[in-house]
C-alpha cells in the first residue's frame, strides 16, 4: 500500500454540522426557506458554490456563497473541534511513509478554511476539491486524478469515505474502497453500493494498518 486517500467532511472531521448550519443560513436569508439537514445532504456532490447556483431561487447568488464562506469560517470554531484520533491516525499513517491524500466535493475555499483550523494544512501529499473536477463525486474523476498526482497505481491505494457517492467513487475507479462510520455525523448510514471494507472506529482502521499484508484478492486489510 502507498496511498490512502481520504474524503474530508464525515470522514476526516466532524464539519458536516457547520455545513449544514452555513447553507441553512444562506437559504433562509436568500429564499425564506427553512431546510432540514437530510434536505441539505441530498443537495450534495458539487461543490458550496455549486450547490447554491443551482438551488437557490434568488438571483443574488453571488452575494449568497459568500455569506455561505461568511458563516462558515464565523462558526467553525462553534462547531467543528479537533479529533485527536485522527491526528494520531494521520501522523501513524505518514510515519509508516504511506502517502496522504484528500478527494472532497468542497471548495477549496472551505476546505482551506477547515484544514487551517484544525491544523492538518501540511498533511497531506494530494488534495482534489470541488473545484478541481468536471465531475463530482460518485464519477471516479478525483480519485483517478489524485492517484495520477500521486503516481500511485489503483491497486496500490485505498480510498475511504463516509458516503454513497464516495463508495461509488470508489469502486467505479477500481480502488479499494472502505466505508467509514466513525465520526459523530456522518452521512450513509447504510452503504447502497458495498465497500470492500466497513469500520466503525478509526482505532480499529489504524489497528488494521500495523500488518501492511494488503490483499486485493480477498478484499481484507490483515
Given amino acids: 500500500m502507498k496511498a490512502i486517500i481520504f474524503d474530508f467532511d464525515g470522514t476526516l472531521a466532524n464539519t458536516l454540522p457547520i455545513c449544514y448550519y452555513s447553507f441553512q443560513s444562506v437559504f433562509k436569508e ?13 443537495m450534495f456532490g458539487p461543490s458550496e458554490t455549486g ?23 464565523e462558526k467553525h470554531h462553534h462547531f467543528v473541534e479537533s479529533n485527536l484520533e485522527i491526528e494520531d491516525l494521520l501522523t501513524y499513517i505518514k510515519g509508516l511513509g504511506i502517502k496522504l491524500g484528500i478527494v472532497t466535493g468542497k471548495a477549496k475555499r472551505s476546505l482551506d478554511i477547515s484544514l487551517k483550523a484544525l491544523q492538518m494544512e501540511e498533511l497531506f501529499d494530494v488534495i482534489i476539491t470541488g473545484d478541481d473536477v468536471q465531475f463530482p463525486k460518485p464519477h471516479p474523476e478525483g480519485v483517478n486524478k489524485a492517484l495520477s498526482i500521486l503516481n500511485v497505481q489503483k491497486e496500490e491505494a485505498v480510498f475511504i469515505g463516509d458516503s454513497e457517492a464516495d463508495i461509488l467513487a470508489g469502486v467505479q475507479a ?9 465520526l459523530e455525523n456522518y452521512q450513509a448510514d447504510d452503504f447502497i453500493t458495498k465497500p470492500n471494507q466497513i469500520f466503525t472506529k478509526i482505532m480499529d482502521f489504524k489497528h488494521s494498518l500495523k500488518n501492511l499484508n494488503y490483499s486485493m484478492y480477498s478484499g481484507e486489510l490483515k
Fill in 174 to 182: 477500481g480502488i479499494f474502497t472502505i466505508g467509514v462510520q466513525w
Fill in 51 to 73: 450547490i447554491i447556483r443551482e438551488n437557490l431561487i434568488n438571483h443574488n447568488k453571488e452575494k449568497a456563497i459568500e455569506k455561505f464562506y461568511e458563516s462558515y469560517l
Fill in 30 to 42: 436568500f429564499d425564506n426557506k427553512e431546510l432540514s439537514s437530510e434536505e441539505i445532504k441530498a
